[in-house]
C-alpha cells in the first residue's frame, strides 16, 4: 500500500510564506515525477510545479517566481515553498506522483488527501 501524506497548510496574511511537504510511504520500489496541484472553490484542479527524480522543475505561469518545488530522494518526500502569497492562491493544494511500488513493473500515479491553504487580504 502506497501512501502520500501532505502537510503545511494554514492561514496566512497576502504577501506571507507557507512550506507545504509530502512524504510518501508505503511499499515502494521508485518514485519519478512529484508534484502539486490545487483546485479552488468551483473551479477546476489545475497544475502548480512538478519536478522529476533528476530535479527538473516546472511550473505554472502563474506561481513562477513566487513558488519553488524540491525534493528529497532519500526521505521519498516532495515541498513546495511558497512566498509572497496571493489571495487567488487560496485553494486545498494535492500532492501528486509517479511511483513503481514494490513487486511490479507498473508506475501507478497517486494522490494524496489534500491540504487547505488559506490566503487572507
Known amino acids: 500500500q502506497v501512501q502520500l501524506v501532505e502537510s503545511g497548510g494554514g492561514l496566512v496574511q497576502a504577501g506571507g510564506s507557507l512550506r507545504l511537504s509530502c512524504a510518501a510511504s508505503g511499499s515502494i520500489n521508485s518514485i519519478n515525477a512529484m508534484g502539486w496541484y490545487r483546485q479552488a472553490p468551483g473551479a477546476q484542479r489545475e497544475l502548480v510545479a512538478t519536478?522529476?527524480?533528476?530535479?527538473?522543475?516546472n511550473y505554472a505561469d502563474s506561481v513562477k517566481g513566487r513558488f519553488t518545488i524540491s525534493r528529497d530522494n532519500a526521505k521519498n518526500t516532495v515541498y513546495l515553498q511558497m512566498n509572497s502569497l496571493k489571495p487567488e492562491d487560496t485553494a486545498v493544494y494535492y500532492c501528486?506522483?509517479?511511483?513503481?511500488?514494490?513487486?511490479?513493473?507498473?508506475?501507478?500515479?497517486?494522490w494524496g488527501q489534500g491540504t487547505q491553504v488559506t490566503v487572507s487580504s
Open positions: 519536478i522529476t527524480s533528476g530535479g527538473r522543475t
Open positions: 501528486n506522483a509517479d511511483i513503481r511500488p514494490r513487486f511490479t513493473y507498473t508506475i501507478l500515479n497517486y
